[in-house]
């Protein structure tokens, strides 16, 4: 049941959208698989939602536009949720905007903050309000996904990790310590999110249906194709520590302005925790031109296109959880 059908008699299924090939595939399922739809959806609502990170690549950008115009059409309940709608932290506008206010970076050997700060808490926060605006539930953000579950259960929500990435299902933690408002942790011992709130384990469920399903990336990308529909980019933002030496280069030749960014946002970090006892960048020990300076030895002579094959076949798969 799709959005203009909306019954508040009936519970609803969420679908985190990345803008990339598998969570766009699981919406290309839930509109056209028959199948599909009688094992996922049920009798049930239908939202699918995004959120804006600040900083994706042009070809995820231009993918989400082309969602925002096709999803009405097809009565899927598709939001891309950005700053202006009031749902992002105030410290965390975007990944740059974060960097910039307290010269951070993400590094490998960091806690996966902005994870937690671009996309799942500013996805609950809008899923909240939307809980609100459907079912008329009042009273705070965790408070309104107790009211669903106290009428239908736990809140189902779908995340689109593909076969092989089985490795990202997050598991509860045992600590559950009092959310703080926003986290800023970025410095090396930070534990980071990696707990679930209470209200979270107690009230949301997550199904993984690409990987109860065993379809891999090859598998998204021939279900997209095959309904007929544009075949997007894997996407992740561009100051991503987790991008791999092609994709480093990638980003230095098509957005070297950007490239500069990088370097100077991770320079001002360095230079902020220089009394530190230990002081990584983005990529460890190991400086962001030294890293890119290897990477160009491999792949200095790989074609813009050829360098686009590679992100457009291979995903980027971030350790991330969710
Ligand atoms: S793509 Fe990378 S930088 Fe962006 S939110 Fe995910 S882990 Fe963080």
Known sequence: MMAGLFDPHL???????????????????????????????????????????????????????????????????????TPDMGFHGATWQSLTDQMERNNNIMGVTFAKSCTDNLKIKVSYRFLAQWLRDHYGYRGNDPSVFYQYRHYFGKLVSWIGFAAGEESRVAHPGPK??????????????????????????????????????????????????????????PSNCMFCPFQNEVEIVYLYRTHPDRWQQWVERKAAKLAKFAQSKVNHGVKGKLALPQYLKKALEKYGHWSVEQLREYRFSHGHCVVSKY
């Open 11 to 81: 519970p609803t299924r969420v679908l985190f959208v990345g803008g990339g090939q598998d969570s766009v595939a699981l919406l290309m399922l839930c509109q056209h698989d028959i199948g599909f739809r009688e094992t996922f959806l049920g009798k049930s609502n239908f939202c699918a939602l995004m959120t804006d990170t600040g900083i994706e690549y042009q070809e995820t950008e231009e993918y989400v536009s082309w969602l925002k115009q096709w999803c009405p059409t097809v009565g899927i309940d598709f939001t891309f949720v």
């Open 176 to 233: 559950t310590p009092a959310e703080p408002d926003e986290y800023v942790l970025f410095q090396e011992g930070d534990t980071g999110p990696a707990y679930i709130p209470k209200w979270r384990k107690l009230c949301v469920e997550h199904r993984y249906p690409l990987l109860e399903l065993g379809h891999d990336r090859a598998a998204c990308q021939r279900i997209i194709a095959v309904y007929g529909y544009p075949i997007p980019y």
